[in-house]
């Protein structure tokens, strides 16, 4: 990680769980970390809360289901810190679980826009300000899911494993592209198995049997996804890790 010590990284959906974590993870290495949320409240806290990190922390308020917030947040990097996103991890995500017959075209669009297109237009935007100062060499982390792998039979999955299944096709099509530029950035989704975060407590219909769930079934936590990020940016330069795919040893899914 010494090598991204005092550079900038963006982590979206900072607030908690995963992304929380991962803000963490990054200033205890010297990283400087734009932590974005609509909830930033939640980021000034965990930004008091690590004051003696080596790296900063600066909490960022967006709603990334509009994409005028997302430009807008490096417009504010740009003028604000005057350096380039080095880091990009694109972890907010978004869970309405509900059966196809029951549902509502608001919530499929809803997933879509924070689990897909926003994770389109966030690289957008970093590869804009990696060019803008002239930067050959970032990384991307994607935070998918093993259901972006197969299809698991769980009720009212199916348009929440669809987004993930995109995330998948982005990733690979932003690689493709980099690779035919000749840049040096890297490009990674991190795919973890079932995790105990708030993101199925906001599951919709299906919120109480999500969340009772992990009673039962083996799950990861956040710090071990955060700890399968370090290890990807830890990596050499020359190495790059296309795809990691992270589980609690017992789960069968």
Not at 24 to 35: E, F, M, P, T
Not at 62 to 80: Q, R
Not at 195 to 221: I, K, M, N, R, W
Request: with cysteine; proline share 3%.
């Amino acid at each position: 990680m010494q090598r991204w010590a005092g550079k900038l990284a963006v982590v979206t959906g900072a607030s908690s769980g995963i992304g929380a974590a991962i803000v963490r993870d990054l200033a205890k290495n010297g990283v400087n970390v734009v932590g974005i949320a609509r909830r930033d409240n939640n980021v000034k806290v965990l930004s008091e809360e690590m004051k003696g990190a080596k790296g900063k922390i600066y909490p960022l308020k967006a709603d990334l289901e509009k994409e005028e917030d997302i430009v807008e947040s490096f417009k504010w990097i740009e003028s604000n810190l005057k350096t380039p996103v080095h880091i990009l991890v694109n972890n907010a995500g978004l869970s309405i679980l509900g059966d196809t017959v029951d549902g509502k075209m608001k919530d499929w669009q809803k997933m879509f826009n924070v689990n897909v297109l926003a994770v389109g237009t966030c690289i957008r935007e970093h590869l804009k300000s990696m060019k803008q100062h002239n930067v050959n060499d970032g990384h991307i982390i994607d935070i998918c899911s093993i259901v972006g792998h197969r299809i698991i039979d769980f009720p009212g999955f199916y348009v929440y494993t669809a987004t993930k299944h995109a995330v998948k096709v982005i990733t690979e099509g932003v690689r493709q592209e980099l690779l035919k530029a000749g840049s040096h950035t890297r490009i990674t989704t991190v795919s973890p198995g079932y995790v105990s975060t708030e993101l199925f407590a906001q599951a919709g219909a299906y919120s109480q049997q999500s969340a009772s769930a992990l009673d039962v079934l083996p799950h990861l936590q956040a710090p071990d996804v955060s700890n399968a990020v370090i290890h990807a940016l830890s990596l050499p330069q020359h190495v790059r890790v296309h795809d990691l795919t992270i589980q609690a040893t017992s789960e069968k899914f």
